[in-house]
């Protein structure tokens, strides 16, 4: 029993939350918050040190955090009670965009709605890992074949839809999501090694018959940028050289050549980080690693608290997927993954990411509020 | 331990929960030092790499062309300049459509083939966002054009920059050359660093001879850019140095006087400065405009000139070699007087036919039709009179091997040392010679044949006039140049050695004998003295282009043009005091009397007559008399 020991610690601490009667979790508001200003220091030198794009964002991540606030007045029950609704909800949205999605560097990822438009693979991140977790804790844990195989299931169908406009980034951020809650559900190691080789055997697979001419170009970039420096090579030598140029502790804040003349592609978007690098060096990375850290480990622990097999799910789903949106971003910049359109999550400019991000987090603060019903193992 | 079951147990799901959370947890730990290992290595390890890397991006060295230095006549008349010229450039990355922008201009400006042809091979080998030159030289008017259109252009862009003019064009081409874009083979030989700014290269003639002192010394500025090239800020500057400026001896209204005489005839003809060896006057008819090529010369406009029969390209006066004719009489007739060969009295016989011991095949003279020139031919009537049998005797007395020895001090059969590339030797025969080129003894027949300026004897019109500048200075080695001064800095005249000590007597007779060609009633060029008013020393030549054997008349009106005799012509005056020597010939011209002489008489009355302006205090009457030296007087 000693080594729940500090969970109990935890959980005594967090008695407090018992009388919360607004729902708020002080605690992920300042990680948040600290992260969202982090977000806009950079991104005011990023774009050019311009308050366009600080002031938009800074709206965008208010409205997030005020969707937060709303998102977690709604009992957990409520979200895994709706998990159906907004799941058939993004399969149609998602079959919406391949029907009459707009069409831009030729990708149909938008839907006009008229007075706006979004991005229907946003609610599938949210409504995937809502559904495998409210699907998987209506039944025994670990989850039976039959049941990994309706996860699967479940996770497939808009991860192929999303494949299809095309968008394999986000497809596999989709996928992984979902398999993240059949992980955290308990699927067993000859599955987890099943998958690992299906995985391996899938891969020449995908470069067969899935992947487009510019999704393979950036593989190959990803292992010989040289080869095309002033074409396909030239976002990833750019970053590089803006990441490794910044040294421990950076040319300083608006003084980072690579960002400021533009060498940097994409600086105040996907490659924001290699902004920050340059900027603030790698004392400045291991800050904002940090940063994450502190918000995924909180993540985990509100998961671990949890109340219910679904929230517990849900809340272990959203902090791996927030993290595997920063590793994924972190390394194609770095030059360790092939560039896939994955944005620094609160960090890069972007109004549908922060808008999705903000909405699991207000699901994870209803989690963290949640009066505590069950016990843990004292 | 976990087996299927069917029964919910919250306390066993919350402890694969917790147990899945805590391997997640080494998962997020373990990819996340991934992560910083990565950013360790790039920031830390090869930090210094990509610091070189990014500086490399952003500072650019901007080479900045010098301006080529001027080019200066005699009288200061800018003779090579500079003149801003208007460039079309696109830079490839910020045109939507290469292909389409390329139409869209074509549509606007005549643009050849070979301008797009050129672009394309530079696109893919400049670095992005450069400009990169679409067509040179465009018109006021294509870049008013340009400008009204400039909103359908996106990506292109005029330049301004100096490129060579040559006011006078084709009158001054064949000395002052011209400069060219750098070709292949040019930019193996340079140094790459110098050439950096400027596209330019001298190819030929003086821009080609003074290239390093013309070119300058190129300037650098180092510029922050950003990724589209844009000018940042400059970093430091190191100006360039222009290139230095050049005078040259010759006069550009003596050279048109020259050009006017020649009246269009195919030759050559080279006046110098006999005391300094300054060029005041080389025309190599016809010529060509330099001014074609500065700009790109279109390939049908070059094949025209390189095709055209009368060869424009061709500079004859510096490489047209030619047989010298009678017009080495006078040096012949001194080196035998000097070395005692036979004397001022000796005298011959001369029926209008040599014979040579053992040869049945007698050497002709040119008058053998009226029974030679008759009893009592001295050097002088020899000289005067053009007798040919007299150097045919006196030839064979005086030896191959003295005369080739001794011409050489007179600048024959080597290059005279002129400030131009691309000089001919001319041949100045020797036993050695003949036996390394024809495999064959020297034969006292080819000596005969020297003897006249024929045989296998060949000089260029440059070589003429250095030999008649050595008579007239008698015996002053002095090498011909164009350049008067660098940046006002006088050029010292140079001299190939020490001065020929002949003796006095034997340069007077020598030089009256040339004085009597030209002012006596017998002299070949007797034609030439109507109303002259100094004393001009010459000595006409004709060189025979086919042979014509002992049996047969040379008839001018029997045979093409293009195998009549040149017309030669050599000359120095006043022969007192002698200020200018000249070469001349004019191909197919036939007599050098008739039409070589006219033009040396032209344009040495010229010469002299503008001298004596230039130096306003002389009278006519010192023209007859004594002349100073020029640079004395000025």
Known sequence: ?378 | MLQDNAISDPRKEQKIFYLRVMTSVLIVLGLTSVILFRYFDLQINRHLDYVTNSNKNRIHIRSVAPTRGLIYDRRGELVADNRPSFTLNVIPESASNIDQLLGRIGDLISLSERDIERFMKRVKRNKRFQSIPLKYNITEQERAILAVNSHILAGTEVSAQLMRHYPEGALLAHSLGYVGRINDREIKKIDPEQYRGTDFIGKIGLEKFYENILLGQVGTEQVETDARGRLMRILDKTDPVPGSNLTIYMDTELQRIAVEALKGERGALVAMDVKTGGILSMVSNPSYDPNLFTSGISQKQYDGLLNSPDRPLFNRALRGQYPPGSTVKPLFGLIGLQHEIYDMDYSIYDPGYFFMEGIKRPWRDHNSDQGGHGYGVDLAEAIIESCDVFFYTTGVKTGIDLLSKESALFGLGDITGIDLPGEKRGIMPDRAWKKDKRRQEWFNGDTINMSIGQGFMLTTPLQLAVMSARIATRGEQIIPKLVKSIDGTPVEPEFAGEKISYDKKYWDYVHQAMVDVVHSKKGTARSISKGITYKLAGKTGTAQVISINEKEKYDSSKIDKSKWDHALFVAFAPAENPQIALGLIVENGEHGSRTAAPIARKVIDSYLMGFQQDSKSSATAKLAGGFSNPAESN
């Not at chain 1, 009667?21 to 050019?48: K, N, Q, R, W």
């Not at chain 1, 490794?244 to 490659?271: C, R, V």
Request: hydrophobic share 55%; glycine share 8%; net charge positive.
């Open chain 1, 1 to 378: 029993m000693y080594k729940y020991d500090f969970v109990r610690q935890l959980n005594t601490k967090g008695g407090d939350r018992h009388q919360n009667p607004f729902h708020i979790d002080v605690t992920l508001m300042l990680i948040l918050f600290a992260l969202c200003l982090t977000g806009l220091f950079v991104l005011y030198s990023a774009s050019e040190q311009s308050f366009y794009y600080v002031k938009r964002q800074a709206t965008f991540m208010l409205a997030g955090f005020a969707g937060m606030l709303i998102v977690a007045q709604f009992p957990v029950r409520f979200w895994e009670r709706i998990a159906v609704v907004f799941y058939a909800a993004a399969l149609l949205a998602l079959l919406a965009v391949l029907l009459f999605g707009i069409e831009a560097k030729g990708a149909t990822r938008w839907l006009n709605l008229g007075f706006t438009r979004f991005q229907p693979s946003e609610i599938a991140k949210i409504a995937v890992p809502l559904m495998v977790s409210a699907y998987l804790s209506r039944h025994v844990i670990p989850p039976s074949f039959k049941h990994v195989t309706g996860a699967l299931l479940i996770v497939a169908v808009p991860a192929f839809l999303i494949l299809r406009q095309p968008d394999l980034g986000t497809s596999i951020l989709v996928f992984a999501s979902g398999f993240f809650v059949l992980f955290l559900a308990g699927l067993r190691k000859r599955y987890l090694v099943g998958s690992f080789f299906t995985a391996l055997a899938a891969a020449p697979l995908l470069w067969l018959f899935v992947m487009r001419d510019y999704q393979k170009q950036r593989v190959l970039t990803l292992l010989s940028p040289e080869d095309d420096k002033f074409g396909a090579g030239w976002n990833i030598i750019q970053s590089t050289t803006a990441i490794g140029s910044g040294g421990l502790s950076g040319k300083g804040w608006t003084e980072g050549t690579q960002s400021q003349l533009n060498f940097l592609p994409e600086s105040h978007t996907d490659f924001i980080i290699a902004v920050l690098a340059e900027e603030f060096g790698l004392l400045g990375v291991l800050g904002l690693c940090a940063l994450y850290l502190l918000l995924v480990g909180y993540c985990m622990i509100i998961a671990i608290n949890a109340q219910s097999q679904f929230a517990r799910l849900m809340a272990g789903s959203i902090s791996l997927t927030f993290f595997i949106y920063m590793f994924v971003n972190m390394s194609m910049v770095s030059g360790l993954l092939p560039v896939v359109g994955v944005p620094l999550p609160l960090i890069s400019y972007g109004g549908s990411a922060i808008v999705t991000l903000f909405f699991g987090f207000g699901i994870l603060m209803a989690i963290s509020s949640e009066p505590k019903r069950i016990g843990t193992w004292r």
